[in-house]
C-alpha cells in the first residue's frame, strides 16, 4: 500500500511517498514558490542521484499538486505507473482546536470542523485546507487522512492547559494552551521506549524538539501532559526567531513606546526576537555558534538563554511527572547541535541525567548518549513526522 503524504503551507508543499508494506521512502520533493514569481518543484526518487527539477509557472495549490502527481508518474524519476497506486493521501494539518485528539478520514464534516479552526491558526490551516482541496478535486476516489499537529497534546489535563484569565474567554473563544510539534513528540516518544526495550505505559519521558521552531513536552505512559507552545507556536522556549514567553504586558509597553499596534509587536516577537533578536546575527544556531567561537557576547548570550529556557522546562517536567526515565533530543538543533546538548544535560546530576561526553558526539541518528551511571536515559533521535502522518493514513485507511 502506497501512501502520499502532504505538507501544504502558503506558498510552499512538500510531499514523501511511502510504501508502507515496509515503510520504506519511495520519494519526496518540493514545490516552493507557489504564486509567486520563480516557482519551483523539485523532485527526488530514493536511489537515484540526479533530482527532477521544474522551473515553471505554479500558480496555485492546485497546480503544484498536478506538478507532483506529474513527477510522481514520470517515466524516468517516478515510482507510480498510475495514480491508482496511491491508496490515500495523508495531509498535515496545524490545528484542530479541541475537535480532534486523532488523525481522522476527511469528509465534509471534518472540513467544516478545520474551517472553524482557521481562526485559531490563521497563518497555518488555510493553505492546508487548500492541499486538502486541491488533491479532492484531482483524486476524488482516493481517501484522504488529516494528521493534526495538536492532536497529541489533547491528552493534557485541564490545569496544563488552562490559562489563568477569565473563564469565559476559554469558552467564548477557546483560549487555552494546545501545544504544536505533536506528530514530532509523539514519533520520538514511541521511538525512545523501543530503544530502552520497555513499554511506553512505564516511563516517564521529556522530548525536547528543538529545531527553528522548538518545544519540549512532558510524556506519562505514552500520554502529553505538558507541553511548552500554547495558545500559538509563539510560546514556550526562545526559538529562531520568537521570543516564547515574555511577560505580556510587554507587548502594550512596547507598542505605547514604538508607536505601534499589538498585532505589530507580535509579528516582531514571532520574526524578530529568539537567537536572531537577542544575537543580532542570525536565527540559525550554527551561525551563533560561529560567532560565540569569534568572541561575539550576544551571541553567547543568546545561546545561554535558550539553553536555560529548555533547562527550565526539564526541571518543572520532572516535578510534574514525579521523575524522568528518558530525556529525548530531537529536530535540528537537537539532531545535530552537539555543544547545545552539552550545555542543556551540564550540571544535572542531581536529576539523574549524565551525559556522556564522548558518545554525545554524534549527529543525526539514533543514540544513547547517555553515561552508563545516568539514572535518566538521554536520547537523540531524529524525528519523522512524515512517517507518522503516513502511518495513521494507512491505519485509517486500511479500515475503509
Ligand atoms: P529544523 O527546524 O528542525 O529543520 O531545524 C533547523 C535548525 O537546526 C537550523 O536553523 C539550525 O539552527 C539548526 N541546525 C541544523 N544543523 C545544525 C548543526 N550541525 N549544528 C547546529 N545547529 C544546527
Do not use: W
Amino acid at each position: 500500500m502506497k501512501i502520499l503524504v502532504i505538507n501544504c503551507g502558503s506558498s510552499s508543499l512538500k510531499y514523501q511517498v511511502l510504501d508502507m508494506a515496509n515503510e520504506t521512502l519511495l520519494a519526496k520533493g518540493v514545490v516552493d514558490r507557489i504564486g509567486l514569481d520563480g516557482s519551483y518543484l523539485k523532485h527526488e526518487k530514493v536511489n537515484v542521484d540526479d533530482k527532477y527539477v521544474l522551473e515553471i509557472p505554479i500558480a496555485d495549490h492546485t497546480a503544484a499538486i498536478e506538478g507532483v502527481l506529474a513527477a510522481l508518474q514520470d517515466p524516468v524519476y517516478g515510482v507510480l505507473k498510475n495514480m491508482d497506486e496511491i491508496a490515500a493521501v495523508g495531509h498535515r494539518v496545524v490545528h484542530a482546536g479541541e475537535k480532534y485528539s486523532k488523525s481522522v478520514v476527511i469528509d465534509d464534516a471534518v472540513l467544516a470542523a478545520l474551517e472553524e479552526c482557521i481562526d485559531l491558526a490563521p497563518l497555518h490551516n488555510p493553505p492546508n485546507l487548500m492541499g486538502i482541496a486541491a488533491c479532492r478535486a484531482l483524486m476524488p476516489t482516493v481517501p484522504m487522512i488529516a494528521v493534526f499537529d495538536t492532536a497529541f497534546h489533547q491528552t493534557m489535563p485541564p490545569e496544563s492547559y488552562t490559562y489563568a484569565i477569565p473563564y469565559e474567554y476559554y469558552t467564548k473563544y477557546g483560549i487555552r494552551r494546545y501545544g504544536f510539534h505533536g506528530t514530532s513528540h509523539k514519533y520520538v516518544s514511541e521511538r525512545a521506549a523501543y530503544m530502552l526495550g520497555v513499554n511506553i505505559e512505564d516511563l516517564k519521558i521529556i522530548t525536547c524538539h528543538l529545531g527553528n521552531g522548538a518545544s519540549v513536552s512532558a510524556i506519562k505512559r505514552g500520554k502529553c501532559i505538558d507541553t511548552s507552545m500554547g495558545f500559538t507556536p509563539l510560546a514556550g522556549l526562545a526559538m529562531g526567531t520568537r521570543s516564547g514567553d515574555i511577560d505580556p504586558a510587554i507587548i502594550s509597553f512596547i507598542a505605547a513606546k514604538e508607536g505601534l499596534n499589538a498585532e505589530e509587536v507580535v509579528s516582531i516577537l514571532n520574526k524578530k526576537s529568539g537567537m536572531l533578536g537577542v544575537s543580532g546575527i542570525s536565527s540559525d544556531f550554527r551561525d551563533i555558534e560561529e560567532a560565540i567561537a569569534e568572541g561575539n557576547a550576544r551571541a553567547e548570550l543568546a545561546l545561554n538563554v535558550f539553553v536555560h529556557n529548555v533547562r527550565f522546562y526539564i526541571g518543572a517536567y520532572i516535578a510534574e511527572m514525579n521523575g524522568l526515565d528518558a530525556l529525548v533530543f530531537t529536530a535540528g538543533v537537537g539532531e545535530n547541535d552537539v555543544n547545545t546538548r552539552d550545555l542543556i544535560c551540564n550540571d544535572l546530576g542531581n536529576l539523574g541525567i549524565k551525559l556522556d561526553l564522548i558518545k554525545n558526539k554524534v549527529r543525526g541518528k539514533e543514540a544513547v548518549i547517555s553515561r552508563d551511571d545516568s539514572k535518566v536515559a538521554i536520547l537523540l533521535i531524529p524525528t519523522n513526522e512524515e512517517l507518522v502522518i503516513a502511518r495513521d493514513t494507512y491505519m485509517l485507511a486500511k479500515e475503509l
